[in-house]
C-alpha cells in the first residue's frame, strides 16, 4: 500500500517559516499540495518554493504580539477561506549561562518559545473549530527540552513546557484537533556555521550523532507533512524523537572508548569482559577476549555550548528572532 501524503486543498500556516527548519517545513507541505502561509517578522531572502514551483505566501507577524498574530489569522482566513495545518516552528535562543541573564532576558526566551506558540494555536483553534474537518497542530519541539541545557536554561524550560503544552491540547480539542509535537535535534541550516565553527566543526559535531551527521531542514518538513497528513488521523498528543539517535553518553568518552571499537581491536563495553572502563587493553599477545556485542560510536569532542539549543538557531539578543 502506498503511503503517498496529500494534503492538496489544504492551507497551512508556518511560524518562522522564511529560512532554516520553517523554510524546510514550508517547501515540504507546499510539496505535498498545501497552499502555504509562511509567518516572520522579516520577509525571506528568496522566495520559500517547492519543486514544482509552488511558493509559499508571506505574512508579517511578530509572534509574541497576540493582537499581531490574530490579525495574521483573520487574514488567512479572509484570504483561503480555512486554515487545515499550524505548525508552531519559530524560537530559538542566545547562548547565555544562567549567571549572565537577567529575569527579563529568560522571560523573553519563555515567551518566544511557549507562550507564542500557545498564542498562534489560540487563534488557529478559532478557525479550525469551525470545519467539520478540524485541523492539526505541530509543535515543533527540541532536545533542550528533555535533558539538561546548559547556556540555553530559559529555552529548555520552554520546549519542556511546550511538549506538556501540547499534550494537554490535545486532550482538550479533541476529537477535531491534532496536537503533536516533533522533539528535533541538531539540523544543518544556513547558519549552523555561527554555532559550530564553519565545515570541519560541523562535520565534528555530526560525528557525535550515532547517525553520523545533523538532520535537514527538508527532514523536519517532511515529518511535519506526513503528521499533517491522513495517513497519523489516529495520533494526537504524541511526540516524536527526531534526533538521529540521541547523544553519545559523556561516560563513553571518559572511558576513553574509540569512535570505532571493532577497527581499534578493542571491546564497545570493555567492562563486560573483566576490565574496567578505561583500562588499557590486553597486550597483544594475549589471548583475545570474547567478543561482546558492540554498536560504533563517535570519540570526536562535543559539540560548542551553543549546539546544544536542538536546532541551532541564531536570535537577536532578546531571544527574539525566527528559526
Same mark, same amino acid.
Given at each position: 500500500?502506498?503511503?503517498?501524503?496529500?494534503?492538496?486543498?489544504?492551507?497551512?500556516?508556518?511560524?518562522?517559516?522564511?529560512?532554516g527548519v520553517g523554510a524546510g517545513i514550508a517547501r515540504a507541505l507546499l510539496a505535498a499540495g498545501a497552499e502555504v502561509v509562511a509567518c516572520a517578522r522579516r520577509p525571506p531572502e528568496r522566495p520559500v518554493t517547492a519543486a514544482d514551483g509552488r511558493t509559499?505566501?508571506?505574512?508579517?507577524?511578530?509572534?509574541?504580539?497576540?493582537?499581531?498574530?490574530?490579525?495574521?489569522?483573520?487574514?488567512?482566513?479572509?484570504?483561503?477561506?480555512?486554515?487545515?495545518?499550524?505548525?508552531?516552528?519559530?524560537?530559538?535562543?542566545?547562548?547565555?549561562?544562567?549567571?549572565?541573564?537577567?529575569?527579563? $532576558?529568560?522571560?523573553?526566551?519563555?515567551?518566544?518559545?511557549?507562550?507564542?506558540?500557545?498564542?498562534?494555536?489560540?487563534?488557529?483553534?478559532?478557525?479550525?473549530?469551525? $470545519?467539520?474537518?478540524?485541523? &492539526?497542530?505541530?509543535?515543533?519541539?527540541?532536545? &533542550?527540552? #528533555?535533558?539538561?541545557?546548559?547556556?540555553?536554561?530559559?529555552?529548555?524550560?520552554?520546549?519542556?513546557?511546550?511538549?506538556? =503544552?501540547?499534550? #494537554?491540547?490535545?486532550?482538550?480539542?479533541?476529537?477535531?484537533?491534532?496536537?503533536?509535537? =516533533?522533539?528535533?535535534?541538531?539540523?544543518?541550516? *544556513?547558519?549552523?556555521?555561527?554555532?559550530?565553527?564553519?565545515?570541519?566543526? %560541523?562535520?565534528?559535531?555530526?560525528?557525535?550523532?550515532?547517525l553520523g551527521r545533523l538532520a535537514t531542514p527538508d527532514e523536519i518538513g517532511e515529518l511535519c507533512a506526513f503528521l499533517a497528513g491522513d495517513r497519523c488521523a489516529y495520533v494526537s498528543g504524541a511526540s516524536l524523537a527526531v534526533h538521529g539517535g540521541g547523544?553519545?553518553?559523556?561516560? %563513553?568518552?571518559?572511558?576513553? $572508548?574509540?569512535?570505532?571499537? *571493532?577497527?581499534?581491536? $578493542?571491546?564497545?563495553?570493555? *567492562?563486560?569482559?573483566?576490565?574496567?572502563?578505561?583500562?588499557?587493553?590486553?597486550?597483544?599477545?594475549?589471548?583475545?577476549? @570474547?567478543?561482546? @556485542?558492540?554498536?560504533?560510536? &563517535?570519540?570526536?569532542?562535543?559539540?560548542?555550548?551553543?549546539?546544544?539549543?536542538?536546532?541551532?538557531?541564531?536570535?537577536? @539578543?532578546?531571544?527574539?528572532?525566527?528559526?
Amino acid at each position: 500500500m502506498a503511503l503517498d501524503i496529500d494534503l492538496s486543498g489544504r492551507v497551512a500556516v508556518v511560524t518562522g517559516g522564511t529560512r532554516g527548519v520553517g523554510a524546510g517545513i514550508a517547501r515540504a507541505l507546499l510539496a505535498a499540495g498545501a497552499e502555504v502561509v509562511a509567518c516572520a517578522r522579516r520577509p525571506p531572502e528568496r522566495p520559500v518554493t517547492a519543486a514544482d514551483g509552488r511558493t509559499a505566501a508571506y505574512e508579517p507577524v511578530d509572534v509574541r504580539d497576540p493582537d499581531a498574530v490574530a490579525a495574521c489569522f483573520d487574514r488567512v482566513r479572509a484570504r483561503h477561506g480555512r486554515l487545515d495545518i499550524l505548525v508552531n516552528n519559530a524560537g530559538g535562543t542566545p547562548y547565555r549561562l544562567l549567571d549572565d541573564s537577567s529575569p527579563r $532576558q529568560a522571560a523573553r526566551v519563555v515567551e518566544l518559545n511557549l507562550v507564542a506558540p500557545l498564542t498562534a494555536s489560540l487563534a488557529a483553534r478559532a478557525v479550525m473549530a469551525r $470545519q467539520p474537518a478540524g485541523g &492539526s497542530i505541530i509543535m515543533i519541539g527540541s532536545v &533542550s527540552g #528533555t535533558r539538561p541545557s546548559p547556556g540555553s536554561a530559559a529555552y529548555g524550560a520552554a520546549k519542556a513546557g511546550l511538549e506538556n =503544552l501540547a499534550r #494537554t491540547m490535545a486532550v482538550e480539542w479533541a476529537p477535531h484537533i491534532r496536537v503533536n509535537t =516533533l522533539v528535533v535535534g541538531m539540523v544543518h541550516t *544556513e547558519l549552523s556555521h555561527l554555532h559550530y565553527g564553519g565545515e570541519a566543526g %560541523l562535520a565534528a559535531v555530526g560525528r557525535t550523532v550515532p547517525l553520523g551527521r545533523l538532520a535537514t531542514p527538508d527532514e523536519i518538513g517532511e515529518l511535519c507533512a506526513f503528521l499533517a497528513g491522513d495517513r497519523c488521523a489516529y495520533v494526537s498528543g504524541a511526540s516524536l524523537a527526531v534526533h538521529g539517535g540521541g547523544e553519545r553518553p559523556a561516560f %563513553l568518552e571518559a572511558a576513553g $572508548q574509540p569512535a570505532s571499537p *571493532e577497527a581499534a581491536g $578493542q571491546l564497545a563495553f570493555p *567492562e563486560a569482559a573483566g576490565r574496567p572502563p578505561g583500562a588499557p587493553a590486553p597486550h597483544p599477545s594475549a589471548p583475545p577476549s @570474547p567478543p561482546a @556485542p558492540s554498536t560504533p560510536l &563517535s570519540a570526536t569532542p562535543s559539540p560548542s555550548p551553543a549546539a546544544g539549543t536542538g536546532t541551532a538557531a541564531t536570535v537577536d @539578543p532578546e531571544g527574539s528572532d525566527d528559526r
